[in-house]
């Protein structure tokens, strides 16, 4: 029998007045019971809506049927089938405009938990693996052919996974110490613990993958040498987009001001999510504002919370509608006490006598019409000057990609704004046998699609060198 209820079953999670002062997992996910009775919604829907709203194609139907039979196991080897990093995308998938946003049982209600369900699975194989026959992964004979990846984000995982799985000899090369890009130096232990990241690439290293640490490609080595030097047949560019960008204002070298990319990487890095027991190698103010409103801005603001800052505000320019973060930690952030300051537009960061940041003046702003975006401009309403007393400020308005690679690398192609030129089908770059991916070529988008990225690339590698 179907659960007709016409909610989601919520997730148990910390209370917001507690977890706002620690760094554990905000939720906590489902037990066994819960995930029985959510599955249960599932109209098992013969034309399957909600795949073709998963950019990795999971079978949301089958694996979910799974969970409602209890048969927790076999539900893992179904999603593990097209997704190599559920117990990620589970937690950080915007699942609202994905899978979920075309579940029938939205139409009249809220759609059917399938990240929550995702996560059940994936967290549910990691506590049994030994029982686990779903996770001993076929994999094809050595095929003698070598295959570089630069990056170890999802996009360069995923696409070194594929092609071990296929017999190629992988070795990823990552500028970092640690690998798994955003999801390791950016998004936060609350929304995503390391230990579950490296496990899922532990997963990866288990198929035969190597990963060189602390090598930077384009300075160590180029690609160029990689090819033609060390006998790589492929390469796989999954190099993200690290760089961030700044409203250009006036006040942005103050101290106390950070890109949001160096404001997280120094929390979950350098281990300022442990405080006490590790010094926190990050100053926070009082009061903080962070300028964005994307899912970076609420992992700022959110940190900072809990770093103790008693004001926090996100400073957005248009409405909560426009705001691209998870729809979630929209939610959890207001419940742990962020201020939003929306239709609001810094205009100035203004410091103290020792250069410190101590104000940042803003101005309040109305939605025009829509822009190239699709989205309403937001315009100046005049005199609608404020200022905000804040310690510490926290841009976080977008990323682009590193130039380090597009200026070694002659004969690649790259749009106007940094991001590599590839193929959307099978990310074939403009230079024989190089392919890119993920955040590198969209710029700054989502875990699901540069795993989907790394995925057609690995498809498209095979093709290549297959028909050598
Ligand atoms: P990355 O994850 O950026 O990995 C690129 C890797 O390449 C890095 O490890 C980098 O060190 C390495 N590298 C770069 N240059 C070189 C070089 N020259 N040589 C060697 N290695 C190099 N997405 C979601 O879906 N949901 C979310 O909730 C979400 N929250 C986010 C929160 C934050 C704070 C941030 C920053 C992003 C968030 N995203 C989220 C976006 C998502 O994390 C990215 O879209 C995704 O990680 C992109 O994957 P990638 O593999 O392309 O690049
Ligand atoms: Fe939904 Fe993401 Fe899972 Fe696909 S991978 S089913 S989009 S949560
Ligand atoms: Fe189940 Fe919703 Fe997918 Fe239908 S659309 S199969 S109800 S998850």
């Given at each position: 029998?179907?659960?007709?209820?016409?909610?989601?079953?919520?997730?148990?999670?910390?209370?917001?007045?507690?977890?706002?002062?620690?760094?554990?997992?905000?939720?906590?996910?489902?037990?066994?019971?819960?995930?029985?009775?959510?599955?249960?919604?599932?109209?098992?829907?013969?034309?399957?809506?909600?795949?073709?709203?998963?950019?990795?194609?999971?079978?949301?139907?089958?694996?979910?049927?799974?969970?409602?039979?209890?048969?927790?196991?076999?539900?893992?080897?179904?999603?593990?089938?097209?997704?190599?990093?559920?117990?990620?995308?589970?937690?950080?998938?915007?699942?609202?405009?994905?899978?979920?946003?075309?579940?029938?049982?939205?139409?009249?209600?809220?759609?059917?938990?399938?990240?929550?369900?995702?996560?059940?699975?994936?967290?549910?194989?990691?506590?049994?693996?030994?029982?686990?026959?779903?996770?001993?992964?076929?994999?094809?004979?050595?095929?003698?052919?070598?295959?570089?990846?630069?990056?170890?984000?999802?996009?360069?995982?995923?696409?070194?996974?594929?092609?071990?799985?296929?017999?190629?000899?992988?070795?990823?090369?990552?500028?970092?110490?640690?690998?798994?890009?955003?999801?390791?130096?950016?998004?936060?232990?609350?929304?995503?613990?390391?230990?579950?990241?490296?496990?899922?690439?532990?997963?990866?290293?288990?198929?035969?993958?190597?990963?060189?640490?602390?090598?930077?490609?384009?300075?160590?080595?180029?690609?160029?040498?990689?090819?033609?030097?060390?006998?790589?047949?492929?390469?796989?560019i999954?190099t993200g987009a690290?760089l961030?960008n700044?409203?250009?204002?006036?006040?942005?070298?103050?101290?106390?001001?950070?890109?949001?990319?160096?404001?997280?990487?120094?929390?979950?890095?350098?281990?300022?999510?442990?405080?006490?027991?590790?010094?926190?190698?990050?100053?926070?103010?009082?009061?903080?504002?962070?300028?964005?409103?994307?899912?970076?801005?609420?992992?700022?603001?959110?940190?900072?919370?809990?770093?103790?800052?008693?004001?926090?505000?996100?400073?957005?320019?248009?409405?909560?509608?426009?705001?691209?973060?998870?729809?979630?930690?929209?939610?959890?952030?207001?419940?742990?006490?962020?201020?939003?300051?929306?239709?609001?537009?810094?205009?100035?960061?203004?410091?103290?006598?020792?250069?410190?940041?101590?104000?940042?003046?803003?101005?309040?702003?109305?939605?025009?019409?829509?822009?190239a975006?699709?989205?309403?401009?937001?315009?100046?309403?005049?005199?609608?000057?404020?200022?905000?007393?804040?310690?510490?400020?926290?841009?976080?308005?977008g990323n682009s990609p590193n130039p380090?690679i597009k200026n070694?690398t002659?004969?690649l192609k790259t749009q106007s704004w940094g991001g590599i030129i590839a193929d959307e089908?099978?990310g074939?770059t403009s230079k024989?046998?190089?392919?890119a991916g993920g955040d590198a070529v969209s710029g700054a988008a989502?875990?699901?699609?540069?795993?989907?990225a790394?995925?057609?690339?690995?498809?498209?590698?095979?093709?290549?060198?297959?028909?050598?």
């Amino acid at each position: 029998m179907p659960n007709m209820s016409l909610h989601k079953l919520p997730a148990r999670e910390q209370a917001p007045d507690i977890r706002n002062t620690n760094f554990e997992e905000v939720s906590q996910g489902y037990d066994e019971n819960m995930a029985v009775e959510e599955a249960a919604r599932c109209l098992q829907c013969k034309n399957r809506p909600c795949v073709a709203g998963c950019p990795v194609n999971v079978d949301i139907p089958a694996f979910i049927a799974h969970i409602a039979k209890g048969e927790f196991m076999e539900s893992y080897g179904a999603i593990r089938q097209t997704n190599s990093l559920p117990a990620i995308c589970g937690r950080v998938c915007p699942q609202e405009t994905q899978c979920e946003q075309l579940c029938v049982r939205g139409i009249k209600g809220e759609p059917v938990g399938i990240g929550r369900l995702e996560r059940f699975a994936a967290d549910y194989a990691m506590g049994h693996k030994k029982e686990d026959g779903a996770q001993k992964t076929q994999k094809r004979a050595p095929n003698g052919k070598r295959v570089a990846v630069v990056g170890s984000g999802p996009a360069g995982l995923t696409c070194a996974g594929d092609l071990a799985k296929l017999g190629y000899e992988v070795t990823i090369f990552e500028a970092l110490h640690t690998p798994g890009g955003v999801l390791v130096y950016g998004i936060p232990e609350f929304r995503l613990p390391k230990a579950l990241v490296r496990e899922e690439i532990a997963t990866v290293e288990n198929l035969g993958v190597a990963i060189e640490t602390n090598t930077v490609v384009g300075r160590a080595m180029s690609l160029d040498e990689l090819m033609n030097d060390e006998g790589y047949a492929a390469l796989f560019i999954g190099t993200g987009a690290g760089l961030p960008n700044f409203q250009k204002i006036p006040g942005e070298n103050l101290n106390g001001v950070y890109s949001a990319n160096e404001f997280l990487t120094r929390i979950n890095l350098m281990k300022a999510y442990a405080f006490p027991e590790a010094d926190t190698p990050v100053r926070v103010g009082k009061s903080v504002a962070v300028i964005g409103g994307g899912n970076v801005a609420m992992d700022a603001a959110r940190s900072a919370r809990r770093l103790g800052a008693r004001h926090v505000y996100i400073v957005y320019r248009r409405s909560e509608k426009e705001m691209p973060a998870r729809a979630e930690e929209v939610h959890h952030a207001r419940e742990e006490g962020i201020i939003f300051r929306l239709l609001c537009n810094p205009t100035a960061i203004e410091g103290d006598e020792n250069g410190e940041v101590a104000r940042i003046r803003c101005v309040e702003m109305e939605l025009g019409d829509p822009d190239a975006s699709g989205r309403r401009r937001p315009v100046v309403k005049q005199g609608s000057d404020f200022t905000l007393e804040v310690q510490t400020v926290v841009v976080a308005i977008g990323n682009s990609p590193n130039p380090l690679i597009k200026n070694t690398t002659p004969g690649l192609k790259t749009q106007s704004w940094g991001g590599i030129i590839a193929d959307e089908e099978t990310g074939e770059t403009s230079k024989p046998f190089v392919y890119a991916g993920g955040d590198a070529v969209s710029g700054a988008a989502t875990v699901i699609l540069a795993m989907g990225a790394g995925k057609k690339a690995a498809a498209a590698i095979h093709e290549k060198l297959s028909a050598k």
